[in-house]
């Protein structure tokens, strides 16, 4: 199978504070990962995708100098929440596919539940 | 604007009986769809998936439909088991996935 793992799976951090989320495909090299982000009973909504060694490309309304995305190898990408305020508060989710092709299946981490006090 | 709408947000259903869940879509540019299931708390988990080049592909209990000219699709699971209650995710897209915004499922005893 393809397994995708998230840390933490759970984080609370005061206003103002940085928050790092990690993304790994364990079994497989991740050409391209996803960033996610689901509010209660919404979508999950597409923040970026990013593939391995360039610029993310962000989804429209997304701050990319707020949610920086590094993926810096083909197991790795990381997801910055910087100067975390209440609002920023959601369940983040990343998926990681083998390659760009459009016809690759996405397989997804557990989560990232954050809480901004 | 949704591209990807699921309009029940809930359905319940039997054990032993069809679910069907329902998907429409208004990007004719979609070209692949595929369906996930969501547990609370946890990330989504594929199910099955169909290219617009189809319009049925079956994976044991698992059927998704496909039709181009309605621009929709429909995850049918027979016979529908309690461990498939969960939230259902449609989503479509090429090189990036649009997500709708889920049917719960509840399969009583």
């Known amino acids: 199978g393809a397994v995708v793992s998230q840390h933490p799976s759970r984080v609370i951090c005061k206003s103002g504070t940085s928050v790092k989320i990690e993304c790994r495909s364990l079994?497989?090299?991740?050409?391209?990962m996803f960033w996610y982000r689901q509010f209660p009973k919404k979508s999950l909504m597409l923040m970026a995708t990013?593939?391995?060694?360039?610029?993310?490309?962000?989804e429209q309304g997304v701050e990319k100098d707020k949610f920086l995305i590094n993926h810096a190898s083909l197991t790795l990408s990381t997801l910055t929440v910087t100067s975390a305020h209440p609002e920023d508060s959601s369940f983040y989710i990343c998926?990681?596919?083998?390659?760009?092709?459009?016809?690759?299946?996405?397989?997804f981490g557990p989560g990232t539940r954050l809480l901004v006090l | 604007d949704q591209q990807v709408k699921q309009n029940s947000p809930s359905l319940s259903v039997q054990e032993g009986r069809i679910s069907i869940l329902n998907c429409d879509y208004t990007?004719?540019?979609?070209?692949?769809f595929l369906w996930y299931k969501k547990y609370p708390a946890e990330g989504p988990t594929f199910l099955i998936s169909?290219?617009?080049?189809?319009d049925k592909n079956e994976d044991g209990r698992f059927t998704v439909f496909l039709n181009k000219s309605a621009k929709h699709l429909s995850l049918h699971i027979v016979p529908s088991q309690p461990g498939d209650s969960a939230v259902y995710f449609c989503?479509?897209?090429?090189?990036?996935?649009?997500f709708g915004t889920g049917t719960q499922l509840k399969v009583e005893l």
């Open positions: 079994d497989f090299q991740a050409t391209t």
């Open positions: 998926s990681a596919a083998r390659t760009s092709g459009i016809s690759e299946t996405q397989y």
């Open positions: 989503a479509a897209g090429g090189n990036k996935l649009t």
């Open positions: 990013s593939n391995e060694g360039s610029k993310a490309t962000y």
């Open positions: 990007n004719s540019m979609f070209d692949y």
């Open positions: 169909i290219s617009s080049i189809k």
